[in-house]
């Protein structure tokens, strides 16, 4: 909530926070005393950019001499030496400007100029009379692309002998590519079709969107490895060769079924990732959708490294650091292997407000130093030391902070004990088997770009059905990679249903129309009820690309299809039954249209109410009045939720495209819903249920009345309760709910039930970093809490209310006097108070158990009553 002083409260707040050293009257670039940092680093501000003459600094590297290159996003190259006092920064001569991506290696300086002009793409750099300044440019690879979403980062391969770049979804692919490890059969893939943005943004932009490729040092021989990216600024790789970035989608689709939290991506070969403009993201679920390593939440990503070569703790030198623009947090990311790909855990490293982190690099002197800058703020280079002791050792906390926990440590615990093996004996057993997954994963990878030879056709279908994730979509894309005419009549004959089912998604994808009734007769013969809930995924994913891809599913095939499945929503499984309704919604079965309305509106967040809505938008049987009224009094209901800046637009533009299959007699029968306007003072109630104080709980209360209940818990009450407590509006359960706050989904294996109790009750008690708010205080009496989003010149803008993140308030920089981490949690509290201790043990119940009902934890206390 914005909050403004009187003048008189303005005076003394002013009084006390100028002896703190929080003060930073003359705001210009952050202070490093507003820094949060863990124990043991130092931060130290190198530069304050001035940014009349240096503009606003959007990219680093180091160069053979070790000292820094840095460019202004619509400036020119400047170079720092670090190692005077201070720090020497020179301009280089050589005109040059708008570089997001710098990279020092084989003897020249190439940049990657994100531009709408012809001066887009790649740049060789050198000093041709070893003056030690770049005399000559050479455009090596222009490239198609401009605004924010351009050419960015620049890398060396493993081997030391290429070059490789990525580049957001408003670059057109190179015209010269060589070789494609990405089948070039990509498409949009939309069962239902897609709606684009409500607000006009990228409406034509169509896939593969970004895209991550490959190069000689003389820009020829360029290979694409990856597509399906909305906007990678940077990548990085492990030790192991393994190459990794961070993208994000649209915030303005915040609250929809269809934004996925930042996250990071662990980029094999051939693999896309989804991106597609407006509602047509494809899921992290898809099985031609590699998905995420680690989801990170809301956020703009830009630079990223790994933290080998400098002098930190071993924990952070094998960390991957990335930068969060808009809410200015550099995040340390420990990923763990997760068979031949992996998972992991973040915490946040460091943070300030504002702090738009543009990019980072590690230098020789063991240090990590970072810029930022954008968009014309005021920029600033900044170093992180570690001075602490030497021998810091990382704790189980270290590994493993509450914020996340990896897959792979989640299904160990789920598994129990194994054997009574040393926690360091497991670690390296999994480790062996990891490298023997990934080995596998590499050599199937190998064939991407090879001949089409019997052998790696054979390897191919052989790993269709591979336990593990990566391997077998690795085996899909050798497969497609193979001619069809030597596979097609082997997928109907793979013993496996997944294998088979993968099979057809190939066929699907790479086939003719001619294979549309051997691709359904293939799916057909599969029994529903033995496959696990990825497996259905996988399946009706398949149905849904024959149907695009191959032919309309119609007439006997439609009636095959509906008695395999049509019995079978709901299942019970979130990402299993928004599958399920798209494809029996594109069949038109007349009787999933009831059932469909029916968990659009039971359903407790808003992501799966809306996605059902959409889905429903284009079925035209099996309505009845009832049901129509029920699905348009929806649209009146939803007005009180909240989300980015399309969110409205996108619920309108739904309602319009499902008007267009009503008639004019029933439209007449609707008026009184259609035509309804809620009033200004309540339509941010609108469909909220209001309820009455119970008590305003203590944590030792509940605590009590917790522990001494012996009723069974309820699990489908205590899914509601998160739903009435607006749990869902922040945080995820599964896939389900907002992004703003902390996922909750493996809160239950980190938190005891007294830790849950304390974190609703005493919101304010701890407070992480990631999630803190700020205050500001401006020089005209105003105090704005909140937290930093985004930027521009010397505006910031500001989110006072986690429940409405499109009403954002603007602070002037010049403006502010001081700030200051606020000292209260922006999760309201009181959220309990009208719950009865009934409803909070079931609620408790549903978090320990991270929203599935089957969880071991849950059984376990089931049993116990």
């Given at each position: 909530m914005r909050r403004v002083v009187s003048v008189t409260h303005y005076l003394l707040l002013a009084l006390l926070l100028a002896s703190s050293p929080a003060f930073a009257a003359g705001f210009g670039a952050t202070p490093v005393e507003q820094f949060s940092v863990p124990d043991g680093f130092e931060v130290d501000l190198i530069y304050e950019v001035p940014g009349k003459t240096e503009g606003s600094w959007v990219s680093l590297t180091v160069d053979p001499k070790n000292r820094l290159i840095a460019c202004d996003q619509y400036g020119g190259l400047y170079r720092i030496d670090v190692s005077t006092t201070p720090a020497t920064i020179e301009k280089l001569a050589i005109e040059f400007e708008g570089a997001q991506g710098l990279l020092c290696a084989f003897g020249?300086?190439?940049?990657?100029?994100?531009?709408?002009?012809?001066?887009?793409?790649?740049?060789?750099?050198?000093?041709?009379?070893?003056?030690?300044?770049?005399?000559?440019?050479?455009?090596?690879?222009?490239?198609?692309?401009?605004?924010?979403?351009?050419?960015?980062?620049?890398?060396?391969?493993?081997?030391?002998?290429?070059?490789?770049?990525?580049?957001?979804?408003?670059?057109?692919?190179?015209?010269?590519?060589?070789?494609?490890?990405?089948?070039?059969?990509?498409?949009?893939?939309?069962?239902?079709?897609?709606?684009?943005?409500?607000?006009?943004?990228?409406?034509?932009?169509?896939?593969?969107?970004?895209?991550?490729?490959?190069?000689?040092?003389?820009?020829?021989?360029?290979?694409?490895?990856?597509?399906g990216f909305r906007n990678q600024y940077d990548i990085a790789l492990n030790k192991e060769g393994e190459l990794f970035t961070y993208d994000a989608d649209m915030e303005w689709d915040v609250g929809t079924p269809w934004y996925r939290p930042t996250r990071i991506n662990h980029v094999i070969s051939g693999a896309e990732f989804g991106w597609r403009n407006g509602t047509g993201k494809w899921p992290a679920y898809y099985p031609d959708s590699f998905g995420a390593a680690v989801n990170i939440g809301p956020g703009s990503p830009t630079g990223i490294c790994f933290g080998y070569g400098t002098n930190f703790p071993e924990k952070y030198q094998n960390a991957l650091f990335i930068c969060d623009w808009s809410y200015g947090n550099i995040h340390a990311v420990q990923l763990n292997e997760d068979g031949s790909s992996y998972s992991g855990s973040y915490e946040t490293f460091a943070t300030a407000a504002p702090l738009p982190?543009?990019?980072?690099?590690?230098?020789?002197?063991?240090?990590?130093?970072?810029?930022?800058?954008?968009?014309?703020?005021?920029?600033?280079?900044?170093?992180?030391?570690?001075?602490g002791a030497r021998n810091a050792m990382a704790t189980e906390e270290d590994l493993n902070p509450p914020t996340r926990i990896s897959k792979l440590a989640q299904r160990i615990r789920n598994l129990g004990p194994l054997g009574g093996r040393s926690a360091a004996k497991n670690q390296k057993v999994e480790s062996k088997q990891a490298a023997k997954l990934r080995n596998l994963r590499q050599?199937?990878?190998?064939?991407?770009?090879?001949?089409?030879?019997?052998?790696?056709?054979?390897?191919?279908?052989?790993?269709?059905?591979?336990?593990?994730?990566?391997?077998?979509?690795?085996?899909?894309?050798?497969?497609?990679?193979?001619?069809?005419?030597?596979?097609?009549?082997?997928?109907?004959?793979?013993?496996?249903?997944?294998?088979?089912?993968?099979?057809?998604?190939?066929?699907?994808?790479?086939?003719?129309?001619?294979?549309?009734?051997?691709?359904?007769?293939?799916?057909?013969?599969?029994?529903?009820?033995?496959?696990?809930?990825?497996?259905?995924?996988d399946l009706l994913r398949a149905y849904g690309l024959i149907a695009i891809r191959l032919g309309a599913?119609?007439?006997?095939?439609?009636?095959?299809?509906?008695?395999?499945?049509?019995?079978?929503?709901?299942?019970?499984?979130?990402?299993?039954?928004?599958?399920?309704?798209?494809?029996?919604?594109?069949?038109?079965?007349?009787?999933?249209?009831?059932?469909?309305?029916?968990?659009?509106?039971?359903?407790?967040?808003?992501?799966?109410?809306?996605?059902?809505?959409?889905?429903?938008?284009?079925?035209?049987?099996?309505?009845?009045?009832?049901?129509?009224?029920?699905?348009?009094?929806?649209?009146?209901?939803?007005?009180?939720?909240?989300?980015?800046?399309?969110?409205?637009?996108?619920?309108?533009?739904?309602?319009?495209?499902?008007?267009?299959?009503?008639?004019?007699?029933?439209?007449?029968?609707?008026?009184?819903?259609?035509?309804?306007?809620?009033?200004?003072?309540?339509?941010?109630?609108?469909?909220?249920?209001?309820?009455?104080?119970?008590?305003?709980?203590?944590?030792?209360?509940?605590?009590?009345?917790?522990?001494?209940?012996?009723?069974?818990?309820?699990?489908?009450?205590?899914?509601?309760?998160?739903?009435?407590?607006?749990?869902?509006?922040?945080?995820?359960m599964g896939v389900q709910g907002g992004i703003l706050g902390p996922d909750l989904t493996a809160a239950g294996g980190r938190f005891s039930t007294k830790d849950l109790i304390v974190s609703m009750v005493e919101p304010n008690k701890e407070v992480s970093d990631q999630y803190g708010a700020t205050q500001f205080l401006t020089d005209d009496g105003r105090v704005v809490i909140g937290r930093v989003v985004n930027m521009s010149g010397n505006k910031l803008r500001v989110m006072t209310n986690m429940l409405d993140p499109s009403s954002l308030t603007d602070v002037d920089r010049e403006a502010i006097e001081t700030t200051r981490p606020a000292q209260a949690s922006m999760m309201p509290s009181g959220l309990l108070d009208t719950f009865t201790p009934e409803e909070i043990a079931d609620l408790i119940a549903y978090l320990r158990a991270g929203g599935r009902s089957d969880h071991p934890i849950f059984q376990k206390v089931l049993a116990q009553q």
């Open positions: 020249s300086l190439y940049a990657n100029v994100n531009s709408r002009g012809d001066i887009a793409g790649i740049w060789r750099l050198t000093d041709t009379d070893g003056d030690d300044q770049y005399d000559k440019k050479e455009h090596i690879v222009p490239m198609n692309g401009g605004s924010e979403h351009g050419p960015h980062a620049l890398i060396l391969s493993q081997d030391g002998k290429r070059i490789i770049t990525c580049a957001g979804n408003n670059t057109d692919l190179p015209s010269d590519i060589a070789r494609s490890r990405v089948p070039k059969n990509w498409s949009e893939d939309h069962l239902l079709g897609r709606m684009p943005d409500a607000r006009g943004h990228n409406a034509n932009r169509m896939g593969p969107g970004g895209f991550i490729l490959s190069m000689n040092p003389d820009g020829k021989d360029i290979e694409l490895i990856a597509t982190v543009t990019d980072l690099a590690v230098h020789p002197d063991g240090a990590l130093y970072f810029t930022i800058g954008g968009r014309r703020t005021q920029s600033g280079l900044y170093r992180i030391r570690y001075t050599e199937i990878e190998a064939t991407h770009l090879a001949e089409p030879t019997s052998q790696n056709l054979s390897l191919a279908i052989a790993n269709l059905g591979h336990s593990d994730r990566a391997i077998r979509f690795a085996s899909r894309i050798a497969l497609e990679h193979q001619p069809v005419d030597q596979w097609r009549s082997q997928v109907e004959k793979l013993d496996s249903a997944q294998a088979r089912i993968l099979g057809v998604v190939a066929l699907a994808r790479c086939g003719e129309s001619s294979d549309r009734d051997a691709a359904i007769a293939t799916l057909s013969t599969i029994n529903w009820n033995e496959l696990a809930a990825s497996e259905r995924i599913i119609e007439g006997e095939h439609r009636a095959s299809v509906l008695t395999q499945l049509g019995s079978a929503f709901p299942s019970s499984n979130n990402e299993v039954d928004r599958e399920l309704a798209q494809v029996l919604a594109y069949l038109q079965d007349e009787n999933a249209t009831g059932n469909i309305v029916s968990e659009m509106q039971t359903s407790p967040s808003q992501e799966n109410q809306i996605h059902y809505a959409m889905t429903l938008r284009g079925v035209k049987t099996g309505w009845n009045q009832e049901l129509r009224e029920q699905y348009f009094q929806w649209f009146n209901d939803i007005q009180s939720a909240r989300g980015g800046m399309s969110f409205g637009g996108f619920i309108e533009n739904i309602k319009k495209a499902a008007l267009e299959n009503v008639s004019e007699e029933d439209r007449t029968k609707l008026a009184a819903i259609l035509e309804f306007k809620p009033a200004a003072d309540q339509a941010s109630d609108a469909g909220e249920e209001k309820r009455e104080l119970v008590q305003k709980w203590t944590v030792d209360e509940l605590a009590q009345v917790i522990d001494s209940s012996r009723r069974k818990p309820d699990f489908n009450q205590g899914k509601s309760v998160f739903a009435a407590a607006q749990c869902y509006k922040c945080h995820r």
